[in-house]
């Protein structure tokens, strides 16, 4: 599975952030710190959900387990929606981004599951 699952609360994305991600930016030129979310459509979510929920339940949080981090953190806090689609890091000096997870216009299940 190649994408990210993100809880969304009243507009605001709640995702944490590792110490990985500062590793993947300096390789990568980017800065990790400003991110991109890009929602996935919502049949494409859907699908996702449900296989994650039959192959990543009961794995703990932390770096490279978004969905539990997202089913931990609506367990600590109800309310607001789990997300999944695509998340990248801001390239320094320049106005894109780089994917980490997904990419900026990816919208098929075919290319979340590579």
């Not at 300096?26 to 039959?54: G, H, N, W």
């Not at 806090?77 to 106005?95: A, H, I, T, W, Y």
Request: aromatic share 18%; charged share 25%.
């Amino acid at each position: 599975m190649d994408g990210h699952f993100w809880v969304e609360r009243n507009g605001v994305i709640i995702d944490p952030h590792f110490q990985e991600y500062d590793m993947i930016g300096s390789i990568r030129d980017c800065d990790a710190r400003v991110k991109d979310y890009v929602e996935a459509p919502l049949f494409t979510q859907v699908l996702m959900y449900f296989y994650a929920s039959e192959n990543f339940n009961n794995r703990p949080t932390g770096f490279g387990h978004c969905y539990s981090n997202a089913v931990k953190e609506l367990q600590r806090e109800p309310g607001g929606r789990m997300v999944f689609g695509s998340m990248g890091f801001k390239l320094n000096n320049k106005d894109e981004y780089f994917y980490e997870y997904g990419g900026k216009d990816w919208k098929t299940l075919k290319q979340f599951i590579n």
